[in-house]
């Protein structure tokens, strides 16, 4: 053995020793020695789960509350509270029945006490709760699902569709939500019948029965051509009452802190003119060199909201719109999140002021929950329905206004966007 092998052993000796030294009896004890027990409990049910509130014992080393029971499938799930918190929730409970749920303290030193054990009988389990919900409606070349999650689970939705026209053909779609409030897409079907069952799972195994829905016919459009479509610059919008930079009645001004300015015609490699122009910029786009968005500039209010007015060249009813974000600025502070439309019909827009203007929605970009599925969506585009709830055309305009209302992190001053579709008839 050298001299360094001497010299490192004699050093962990000494630090051996010194550790052990500073140990005194009463740590040993209290290293050993359980919490006291929760001294009561009680709860609240929710969907297939319960809010519980406990007592907490008075050890001084005591730090949380760690929760365990049984669901039927014979799973053991363990729940723990935050170090501040005087309760938990359980969930995952398939029946509307009593359930043990065993409450353990624990301490500092992972020293945990008997359990203290509340009876939990929780409302019927989410799935069903969400089932009940499952609306389907009939939609664009396409089917919406809406529903509503009230115990806010991740929950599985499986629909079974199967055309109507002799063909055989079926598929099964899986929907994952967990939201209060959801609407799920089927889209990129023909106008025929379709039949719809669905069911209900989530990640404890509970299920719902599956249901028929009956039969559903998606509704007819088509993707209008853009080649008549052109930007329609501040004087088009305005003509003599635009004066510059600024306007010159005072009515315009309190219109221009609603953007009803453009966002710049051109900034750095971007242009509003590239907004239709059919290149979406994705990764293959860029590797051929091709970048295609339009950038907004630094407006006048210090970013958002921000607009840009487009002539559709002719009159058009639209069903459903498709946007694009810039590939290189995915789901950042550079891509506008929540937009509006704005449509007009103005018969007499050589007057100097285009009027007609009806608000039609507003709509944001959601990211998907895994990447694989963001990353997917930024190659297929965000579809959006018109009017959701009950899809339907707009009625004929001419001019459209695409207004940016938030960036995904709300702190954007610019907004860059690759390619707009709008689908729908001509008229």
């Known amino acids: 053995m050298n001299i360094k092998h001497h010299i490192a052993l004699l050093a962990a000796c000494v630090l051996a020793t010194g550790v052990i030294s500073c140990k005194t009896e009463s740590d040993d004890v209290r290293e050993k020695e359980a919490p006291g027990q929760v001294t009561w409990a009680e709860y609240s049910p929710t969907n297939g789960g319960a809010w519980i509130k406990f007592g907490a014992p008075s050890d001084e080393d005591f730090l949380y509350v760690r929760a365990e029971y049984t669901l039927d499938n014979g799973q053991v799930i363990s729940r723990s509270s935050s170090v501040y918190s005087d309760s938990l929730m359980v969930s995952g409970f398939g029946s509307v029945k009593p359930y043990d749920v065993r409450l353990y303290s624990c301490d500092y030193f992972a020293n945990e006490s008997e359990p203290y054990t509340l009876s939990v ?16 409606r009939k939609g664009f070349a396409g089917i919406l699902i809406e529903l509503q999650n009230p115990g806010l689970e991740s929950v599985d939705v499986y629909v079974d569709i199967e055309a109507q026209d002799g063909s055989g053909r079926k598929a099964t779609r899986v929907f994952t939500s967990k939201v209060a409030e959801d609407k799920l897409m089927i889209t990129d079907l023909e106008a025929i019948p379709y039949n719809i069952k669905m069911h ?23 993707e209008l051509a853009k080649d ?17 930079s600024k306007p010159n009645n005072d009515w315009l001004a309190a219109y221009t802190l609603d953007s009803m300015k453009n966002g710049m015609e051109y900034r750095y490699d971007g242009s509003i003119h590239k907004f239709w122009d059919g290149i979406t910029d994705t990764g293959e786009d860029r590797k051929k060199g091709v970048n295609s968005f339009f950038h907004s500039g630094f ?51 050589a007057d100097g002021i285009l009027s007609d203007w009806e608000y039609v929605g507003i709509y944001s970009i959601e990211k998907p929950a ?18 959701p709830a009950e899809a339907a055309f ?17 702190k954007g001053t610019i907004g860059c966007l690759a390619e707009v579709t709008l689908y729908g008839q001509d008229c």
Not at 122 to 136: G, H, I, Q, R, S
Not at 228 to 244: H, K, M
Not at 395 to 403: E, M, Q
Request: proline share 6%; glycine share 8%.
């Open 121 to 136: 009988t929780p409302m019927e389990p989410n799935v069903f709760a969400v089932a009940a919900t499952l609306t389907p």
């Open 200 to 222: 209900v799972r989530d990640q404890y195994d509970n299920a719902t029965e599956v249901v028929d829905y009956g039969s559903i016919t998606p509704m007819t459009d088509y």
């Open 228 to 244: 008549t479509w052109s930007w329609l610059s501040d004087p088009l919008l305005y003509g003599s009452n635009w004066g510059g």
């Open 299 to 349: 407006t006048d209010n210090g970013g958002y909201p921000f607009s840009y007015f487009i002539n559709m060249g002719r009159k058009l009813q639209a069903s459903r719109v498709r946007v694009w974000q810039r590939n290189d600025y995915l789901w950042t502070t550079y891509g506008p999140k929540t937009f509006e439309l704005w449509i007009s019909d103005d018969s007499t827009p």
């Open 370 to 387: 895994t990447d694989a599925e963001a990353a997917q969506a930024a190659i297929d585009g965000h579809e959006f329905w018109i009017y």
């Open 394 to 410: 707009t009625r004929p305009f001419s001019y459209l206004r695409f207004k940016c209302v938030k960036d995904f992190t709300g």
